[in-house]
């Protein structure tokens, strides 16, 4: 059974950083891509950041330059260091991940349970 476990979500203030943490649980062949989406209440969730299995990025235009995004293949573990954080910010987030469970297989997508994280003074 393959379950994402989320962490380092919390409070800031303003100008702060955080970085959340993503970690696969059970076995699994590759990752094809893992990434950060978030929903903040009243809005649709939105992509964060998302990186390949080779480690190509990409960013949504309001975190970038603010925000990095970085995988462990060693560990199957995705990051994302949130630098200079504003109450924009301020978001449930959630991981993703597009993995290959076997050698041959389609690959398959998986959701973490999300983390708070509150931009406030």
């Known amino acids: 059974q393959v379950q994402l476990v989320e962490s380092g979500g919390g409070l800031v203030q303003p100008g702060g950083s955080l970085r959340l943490s993503c970690a696969i649980s059970?076995?699994?062949?590759?990752?094809?891509?893992m990434g950060w989406y978030r929903q903040a209440p009243g809005k649709e969730r939105e992509l964060v950041a998302r990186?390949?299995?080779?480690?190509?990025?990409v960013y949504a235009d309001s975190v970038q330059g603010r925000f990095t995004i970085s995988i462990d293949n060693a560990r199957n573990t995705v990051y994302l260091q949130m630098n200079s954080l504003k109450p924009e910010d301020t978001a449930v987030y959630y991981c993703?991940?597009?993995?290959?469970?076997?050698?041959?297989?389609?690959?398959?997508?998986?959701w973490g349970q999300g983390t708070q994280v509150t931009v406030s003074s």
């Open positions: 059970g076995s699994i062949f590759r990752i094809n891509a």
């Open positions: 990186i390949s299995g080779s480690s190509s990025t």
């Open positions: 993703n991940a597009d993995l290959y469970l076997y050698f041959g297989s389609r690959s398959r997508d998986y």
